[in-house]
């Protein structure tokens, strides 16, 4: 079976800081994935990164940025949180090719809150 | 925006068949049908995907009608633990856009 680990499932942090959020598969995919979900907004992509090293923007990139420096991991960074990041954040990955038909495979979330 | 329609809610009772309908009257030739499910708290779970034929995993099985413009999900005998909110999706150059979903409740 696929696995996508996120690092943590709740996560508290102060408005201003500089937020870490860690993900890991085990199926050696070639794609990984940062999305939000909301309320009523539905999922919403951050960042996807197709290789190693490499990063695309997706529908909603300011205020976040990402790094891939191995190909099983895909971090997410909050660069200063601000409230409105309060949110829950899910990790996907899968197999090579954005635009392929392989299915996306997604960790559990992590429910990160900006006080 | 998404490009399906699915109902809101569905019941289902313990044992029996879930049939979950989606629309998606816009689907290009080439653009593959996807299903997940969300149960409270937890990621998307990927369950099957098809092109035009019908496909059968271990979770469930797919049927898309030969227009393509609409599919179902069969869950043949629902769980209580089947009780989650399902996504019936078409990928959007490239990306997942997850609409409202259906939300099932399987009943004893």
């Known amino acids: ?115 | 925006d998404a490009k399906t329609t699915q109902p809101p809610s569905m019941d289902c009772a313990e044992g029996r068949a879930a049939n979950l309908p989606c629309n998606h009257s816009t689907i290009s030739g080439n653009e593959y049908v996807y299903w997940y499910r969300q149960i409270h708290s937890q990621g998307p779970q990927y369950i099957i995907h098809g092109l035009k034929n019908n496909e059968t995993n271990e979770m469930a099985s797919l049927i898309i009608t030969e227009d393509r413009k609409s599919s179902t999900l069969i869950l043949p005998h629902a769980t209580l633990r089947d009780t989650a909110v399902y996504y019936c999706i078409v990928r959007v150059a490239g990306k997942l856009i997850f609409g409202t979903g259906t939300r099932l409740q399987v009943f004893p």
């Open chain 1, 1 to 115: 079976d696929v696995k996508v680990t996120q690092s943590s499932r709740y996560l508290v942090k102060r408005t201003g800081e500089k937020v870490f959020l860690e993900c890991v598969q085990d199926m050696d995919h070639e794609n990984m994935f940062w999305y939000r979900q909301d309320p009523g907004l539905g999922l919403r992509l951050i960042y996807f990164s197709y290789d190693v090293k490499m990063k695309e923007k997706g529908d909603i990139p300011e205020g976040y940025s990402v790094s891939r420096e191995k190909k099983e991991r895909f971090s997410l960074i909050l660069e200063s949180a601000s409230t409105n990041q309060t949110s829950m954040y899910l990790c996907a990955s899968s197999f090579a090719g954005f635009y392929s038909n392989q299915p996306q495979h997604f960790g559990d979330g992590t429910r990160l809150s900006i006080l």
